[in-house]
Structures are given as structure tokens and as C-alpha cells.
């Protein structure tokens, strides 16, 4: 039986459109074939020219691969000695992960509201929570880093938060998982705070499957990290199998299970070749949908901002709720039974079970957060969509706003 839309009648397309779709071309799977018939699958010599490859794009000094972002958060939070009892300032409005490393440290994620207008922390709410500090308070001496996160690919105002940072001596944890093609006034994101984390995953800009990378200047870090990414084993123990002769290894560390696999890296060689081109792709559909929502009054679309390079990761609308006689997750219901697949980014975090029963977070403590995080949907960007693909999104849009507003 065929499915029927939920207002009746036929979805707007035959086929469910799948959100983010990851873009997998000819040339990723030969290198990732090549790959498997040398022999060498852990990290190894692609993994090295991923690297290198990387660490060009962004401008940086170096560029450590590891097996997610996540791990990347958490080993930049682990290099920079953040551990029990100290406090670090991140968004409420991310992914879990963000928040969740602070934790894994046995630190205290400390929530500063973002802007309304971009979704992005706000560096004159992180002002004010720092005027609360008296000379004797816990703050002035735990509070460690910042961890901004370039909510959409739009870069954080950096500029103030470098600048805070500095004043109050707290190291700058970017997470640039959306954000590899990022610039912030023509710097590239990845060479302005103390560390950044990129997050390969396969719906995210760059797709390795699973897969990260840390980017920082600092020389001693660099070469700590690579020790710690893989077990705390001395120097390129990779090349302990290797051809090179028998090297004894030591243990510096009791380090993680973080490398990334030269199976992910023959992916992400590739997928760094074409970052300029889809970014170029994503902008036009980015347009696109920008000029189709712009004469809905139901729908709130993303601000455009000078003196930055917006990643387009993701496109998302907020909905007027005041003039839908619906709410978010009907909307996406509904949006799905057009079978158009769509994503929520994010919910916010403050009030997920976890949060709110640790932490004491309630409704009300960070009202912009919450705008976004109620009124937010994802409309697929991938470069795997064709216009057409595209309109499809559109039209099922429209046709869910006519049946549901005021
Ligand atoms: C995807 C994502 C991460 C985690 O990336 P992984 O590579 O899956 O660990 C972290 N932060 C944000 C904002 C993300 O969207």
C-alpha cells in the first residue's frame, strides 16, 4: 500500500529523502580499495598524508587525526590539564559530546546563553558571568577554558572571546565540527584557539565515516598528542611493524584508543580535494532556500554576517510557533510523511534528564537556547541532492505550513 502523507493524499516525493546524505565519489572508494590491498589498515601512511594535507587547507602548524571529534575534545581538555573540580564555559545549545568530555575529566560544564540571532555563545554573557567572580571565589580559580562551538559552521565571535580568554587566563576549545571550511575576518577557524577539534562523521562536511582531527600551534602538545591518541606508546609506534627495523616502544602515558585508521583517512584524502567545491554547492542550495523562506511568515530564516565564512553545514529554519497551530516535532512529523527526512540541531542540553538532574538546570535559565532548541528544523544541504532535490524540500515545506497556520 502506498504511504499517504498525514494530510491525506501523496507525499510530496515517492522516495524518502535521507538527511545528510554523506557524498561518496569514485575516487574515495578507489583509494579506500587501494587501501585494503596494501595491507596497511590502521594508521599509517594515508593517515600521515591526511594530515598533511589538512594542517595546508587549514594554515596551522600541526594536525592530529584521531577517531572522532569527540575524542579530540576530550584529549584537547586532557592536554590542557582540566581535570576534577574545574569549570569550563560551553554552549547549551551542541551536542552531547561537547559537554559530555568536560564531564568525562571529571570537570563541571559551565552553560553561558548563546545570541538569538546566530545560536552561537555570547561573549558578553560569558562578560557577566565572570563579574560574578569575588577574589576568594571558586571561579576565579577553577574556571579553566572556554569551549565555543561554531554552531552551523558559522564562526563564534572570536575576536571577544580570545580576548576574555586572555584577560582571565582560560585556554580556547573550539568545536569546529561544523566548521572545516570556517573563517572568522579571513582567519581560518583552526588557527586561533589554543586547540580545535573537526569532526569527520559521516553526515558532517568532510566524511571519513567516523573520524576526527585536533589542529593546534603548540609544539609540545602536538607531540604529546600523538603519544596520547594512541595507548601512550613512545614515538611513531606506528611504524613498529614497519620495514624501518625493530624499535622497542615505551609506555609515557596511560593513553586512549583514539588513532584513526588509514581505511578513513583513503576517505578523507579525497573528500579534502572536493571541500572548495561542495562548500561552493552548499552556498547555492544554502541561497536557495534562503530566497524560497524569505516571503514565509511562518518561518525565521538564518542572518547573513560580514567579515565571516560561513561553513554551511546545515541549513535550518526556526518556526514562529505563534502563528502555527502546531508544534516543532508535529512539524517534523509531518515533514517526514512528505518523506522529506529532516534533523533537529540541537535540543538543548540544560534540559536533557542528565543535565537537569545533575546540574539543577530548569526551563527559563537560558531563554535563547530554548527559543532555538523549540523552534528548530534541519533541512537536508548534503551535495548528494540534486535543485531538484532541493525543491522537493521546499514544496513539502510549504505544503506543511499551508495546513498548519493560523
Ligand atoms: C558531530 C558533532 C560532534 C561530535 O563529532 P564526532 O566526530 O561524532 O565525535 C561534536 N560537536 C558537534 C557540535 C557536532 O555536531
Known amino acids: 500500500m502506498e504511504k499517504l502523507a498525514l494530510f491525506g493524499g501523496k507525499p510530496v516525493r515517492k522516495k524518502f529523502l535521507v ?37 595546508n587547507y587549514i594554515g596551522c602548524k600541526y594536525a592530529i587525526t584521531l577517531n572522532s571529534c569527540t575524542a579530540g575534545l576530550h584529549l584537547a581538555l586532557e592536554i590542557a590539564r582540566i581535570g576534577k573540580g574545574d569549570k569550563v564555559i560551553t554552549s547549551p545549545l551542541t551536542f552531547a559530546s561537547t559537554a559530555n568530555v568536560i564531564i568525562h575529566q571529571g570537570a563541571t560544564p559551565v552553560f553561558i546563553d548563546v545570541e538569538k540571532e546566530t545560536g552561537n555563545i555570547d561573549p558578553n554573557k560569558i562578560q ?35 580576548k576574555i580568554a586572555k584577560e582571565n587566563s582560560l585556554f580556547v576549545i573550539e568545536d569546529a565540527a561544523h566548521a572545516v571550511e570556517a573563517r572568522y575576518k579571513n582567519k581560518k577557524i583552526g588557527n586561533i ?61 596511560p593513553g586512549y584508543k583514539y588513532n584513526m585508521m588509514d581505511i578513513q583517512a583513503a576517505l578523507g584524502i579525497h573528500q579534502l580535494k572536493r571541500v572548495e567545491e561542495n562548500l561552493k554547492m552548499r552556498e547555492k542550495y544554502f541561497r536557495l532556500y534562503n530566497q524560497a523562506f524569505a516571503k514565509i511568515p511562518e518561518i525565521e530564516t538564518p542572518i547573513e554576517e560580514k567579515n565571516i565564512r560561513h561553513a554551511r553545514h546545515l541549513y535550518t529554519i526556526l518556526l514562529k510557533l505563534e502563528r502555527l497551530k502546531c508544534d516543532r516535532n508535529q512539524f517534523a512529523v509531518a515533514l517526514q510523511a512528505e518523506n522529506i527526512g529532516i534533523g533537529i540541531h540541537f535540543l538543548a542540553l540544560h534540559l536533557s534528564s542528565y543535565y537537569k538532574k545533575r546540574f539543577g538546570y530548569k526551563r527559563g535559565d537560558f531563554p ?39
Open 368 to 406: 535563547n537556547a530554548e527559543y532555538i532548541s523549540d523552534r528548530t528544523i534541519s533541512l537536508s544541504l548534503s551535495t548528494k541532492l540534486t535543485e531538484e532535490d532541493i525543491n522537493d524540500v521546499m514544496d513539502a515545506v510549504r505544503k506543511v505550513i499551508r495546513h498548519y497556520k493560523r
Open 193 to 253: 584557539g589554543h586547540l580545535t577539534a573537526f569532526s569527520f562523521y559521516a553526515t558532517k562536511n568532510v566524511v571519513t565515516g567516523e573520524g576526527g582531527m585536533l589542529t593546534t600551534n603548540n609544539d609540545e602538545w602536538a607531540k604529546k598528542l600523538r603519544v596520547l591518541r594512541l595507548h601512550g606508546l613512545s614515538k611513531d609506534a606506528w611504524k613498529r611493524y614497519s620495514q624501518e627495523g625493530f624499535t622497542p616502544y615505551d609506555i609515557l602515558y
Open 128 to 162: 557577566d558571568y565572570l563579574k560574578l567572580r569575588t577574589p576568594n571565589s571558586e571561579l576565579r580559580t577553577r574556571l579553566k577554558a572556554i569551549i565555543p562551538v561554531h554552531l552551523y559552521g558559522r564562526p563564534c565571535r572570536m575576536d571577544e572571546i580570545m
Open 19 to 55: 538527511f545528510g546524505a554523506p557524498d561518496i565519489r569514485e575516487k574515495e572508494i578507489e583509494e579506500v580499495v587501494k587501501t585494503l590491498k596494501s595491507g596497511w589498515l590502521s594508521t599509517g601512511p594515508r593517515v600521515a598524508r591526511f594530515e598533511e594535507d589538512f594542517k
